[in-house]
């Protein structure tokens, strides 16, 4: 469980590092605390381990560690790291199947170390990466904890703290390496989203250290000053070049390392490098690396990005330490709960105990609100019985009532639905209101359309030799009542099959019922589709049809237009025009008349002079629905229902390519 204050302890070869971490905001954390003490290395591990013990009692007694939670780590050369992948599909088992693969994978029994698992996303499945440390070691660091009194919530390994430090700093988006150069090792950690590869390269400051040891001929602690005040000395350049053999032997175990990563991630290209540890900081160290690792840009880590300080902390003391903190700080980050890898690597033994501790004050609390409860609600008991069987006979009485209101308002509801029905149909008024005269115009404006898409000859008037004589267009039904005057000449709507046959449009309004003329109960539904009928006449002729059909086909593409139904009547009336006769002046001619007499009422027809006009009557019928305001479809009648800020630029130092 994440406590909101955490104590990163980091146990190195030759110090021990400590930083107290609290959380702030969901995402937020601050250094309230921090120490280090310089550990002298010891080849007897029984002094040592004296040595440590007396160490974390006097750190924890000075900073008052109390009950606080603490979280410790294990050096990465202690752990066993490896990396499988299971087939998709089986997260359901995820726990079974990583049992099983790490019995295959750790060479020892698993009854004899402690051990744990992170998955990541893989292209050939699931990734899993699995950490693994002797239980020996375990139980040896633990009970050095315990003797200066430390409250351990936590282990994990030192390269996954490493881990969780880039990622909260930085968030890198690309596959980044890390490098951090401590007294006996190097952590070489690969991070790729959440895949994680590391191994210890046994080269770090203890080899700079004995390289100058034996080349000055000074003891070991004398060697040790020297190397960290390299920049103070006046033999800068020769003390370089003595331990430059030994930073490219660095370099090339580091360049040999990310060639054996790369063969198993399939190629995948480092693409930052960040730098850690003291190491990194002596003069010219990380420019000679860069030299040899070109794989990607090296930074030195010099501050922190997202970790908050304190006001009241030695800043000039932790500007100085600050390189060897990135442990610590990763184990407080784990310990707040705000790490993305979570491996504990406390014993199932210990952690089922904390949490037993956990929940005993909370345990303790409910058995003392029970025992409260049960006394009160026994005081109460006697009490309520009598409110209760007052209660019921009033409930009783209330259900008499409601089955008499009930009654009262199912009788009051009569006809509502009819109602409802009848004010829905009335509000078409208001829609087709505005709707009606656009839709006259845009019907009698037609106009062809040409190739190019620009308006072209109209479809009504004297040079189509096509003319509209009238137009219906209604919600009323069509039908038996009348609707349209019916010359003598003109096939009667009345009777249409497209009214009352098979084939009406308002089939699906009436119930799949006609009825003679459409019923009462059609006439009454708000859904009747908006009718519009076209009447007209045209010249007779080879072209009749064809024009008829062009029109159809032109209303057939305009979205408001559905069920079209058009016809042609081959014989239609006959109109008769008189040519005029005109005088040589240009005047017309009239027939002359004496003084006195009458003039004749008409003159008689002279067939010679006569043009007779031939013209065929055509109809054209469809629903206007308009997208904007569309029909309620017959399936709804009735339904009373339908009425952050990106992260800054790493904190770090870019190294010079040289």
């Known amino acids: 469980m994440a406590g909101n204050t955490v104590w990163g302890v980091d146990i190195g070869n030759s110090a021990i590092k400590v930083v107290k971490l609290t959380r702030g905001g969901p995402d937020e954390c601050m250094i309230v605390d921090f120490d280090i003490v310089d550990m002298p290395i010891l080849d007897d591990e029984k002094e040592r381990t004296t040595r440590l013990r007396e160490v974390l009692a006097d750190i924890a007694k000075k900073h008052k560690f109390g009950g606080d939670h603490v979280y410790v780590s294990v050096p990465g050369n202690l752990c066993l790291h490896r990396e499988f992948q299971l087939p998709p599909g089986s997260e359901d088992k995820l726990a079974d199947l990583v049992q099983y693969e790490a019995r295959?994978?750790?060479?020892?029994?698993l009854d004899q170390v402690e051990w744990g698992f992170e998955r990541y996303e893989d292209p050939s499945g699931?990734?899993?990466?699995?950490?693994?440390?002797?239980?020996?070691?375990?139980?040896?660091?633990l009970a050095t904890c315990a003797s200066a009194g430390?409250?351990?919530?936590?282990?994990?390994?030192?390269?996954l703290c490493l881990f969780n430090f880039v990622q909260y700093e930085f968030r890198p988006e690309n596959t980044v390496l890390i490098l951090d150069a401590g007294s006996k090792g190097t952590d070489f950690v690969v991070m790729n989203k959440r895949q994680v590869y590391f191994r210890t390269i046994q080269i770090a400051g203890r080899e700079i250290t004995r390289v100058l040891e034996n080349k000055f001929k000074v003891p070991f602690d004398k060697a040790e000053d020297l190397k960290k005040n390299i920049s103070k000395s006046p033999q800068l350049?020769?003390?370089?070049?003595?331990?430059?053999?030994?930073?490219?032997?660095?370099g090339a175990e580091v360049q040999r390392t990310i060639g054996f990563y790369k063969g198993r991630a399939r190629g995948a290209r480092i693409g930052q490098c960040y730098l850690l540890g003291h190491t990194f900081r002596l003069p010219k160290m990380a420019e000679y690396l860069q030299t040899q690792v070109r794989e990607a840009p090296f930074a030195i880590v010099e501050g922190l990005q997202r970790v908050k300080m304190a006001a009241d902390l030695n800043t000039e003391v932790w500007n100085n330490e600050f390189p060897t903190m990135a442990v610590a700080i990763g184990l407080g980050l784990q310990g707040l709960g705000m790490s993305e890898l979570k491996v504990n690597l406390l014993p199932q033994t210990v952690q089922k105990h904390i949490e037993v501790d956990t929940w005993k004050p909370w345990a303790a609390a409910a058995v003392v609100a029970i025992l409260l409860t049960l006394g009160y609600s026994y005081t109460q008991a006697v009490a309520m019985n009598q409110y209760y069987a007052k209660t019921i006979n009033d409930f009783k009485g209330a259900v008499v009532n409601s089955n008499k209101y009930s009654k009262e308002k199912e009788q009051a509801m009569v006809g509502m639905e009819q109602l409802r029905v009848e004010a829905d149909r009335w509000t078409h008024l208001a829609r087709d209101r505005g709707?009606?005269?656009?839709?006259?115009?845009?019907l009698v404006g037609l106009r062809q359309k040409n190739p190019d898409g620009t308006d072209g000859k109209p479809f009504f008037g004297t040079e189509a030799k096509m003319f509209l004589t009238s137009a219906y267009v209604s919600r009323m039904p069509l039908g038996g009542q009348g609707g349209l005057p019916e010359p003598a000449e003109r096939v009667s709507l009345r009777s249409h099959d497209s009214l009352l046959g098979k084939n009406s449009i308002y089939k699906a309004y009436a119930n799949d019922k006609i009825e003679e003329p459409l019923g009462a109960p059609l006439e009454m539904r708000p859904e009747v589709p908006l009718l519009v009928v076209l009447c007209g006449e045209i010249e007779a002729g080879a072209g009749a049809r064809r024009k008829v059909s062009?029109?159809?086909?032109y209303l057939k593409k305009m979205p408001e237009v559905q069920d079209i139904r058009a016809e042609c009547i081959e014989k239609g009336p006959e109109y008769i025009e008189q040519i005029p006769e005109y005088e040589w002046k240009g005047e017309l001619k009239v027939p002359e008349v004496k003084p006195g007499?009458?003039?004749?009422?008409?003159?008689?027809?002279?067939?010679?002079?006569?043009?007779?006009?031939q013209y065929s009557s055509f109809q054209v019928m469809f629903r206007w629905n308009d997208p904007k305001d569309p029909d309620r479809a017959p399936k709804e009648r009735g339904d009373a229902a339908s009425a952050t800020k990106a992260p800054a630029r790493p904190a770090a130092r870019p190294v010079p390519n040289r």
Do not use: C, M, W, Y
């Open 597 to 613: 007499a009458v003039a004749p009422v008409a003159a008689p027809a002279d067939p010679t002079k006569e043009k007779k006009f």
């Open 550 to 553: 062009d029109l159809e086909d």
């Open 237 to 250: 350049d020769k003390i370089l070049s003595v331990i430059e053999p030994t930073v490219r032997q660095l």
């Open 435 to 442: 709707k009606l005269t656009p839709l006259f115009a845009n």
């Open 126 to 141: 699931v990734g899993v990466a699995l950490i693994a440390v002797r239980k020996n070691d375990i139980q040896e660091l």
């Open 104 to 109: 295959q994978q750790i060479p020892f029994p």
């Open 150 to 159: 430390l409250n351990v919530h936590g282990v994990t390994a030192g390269p």
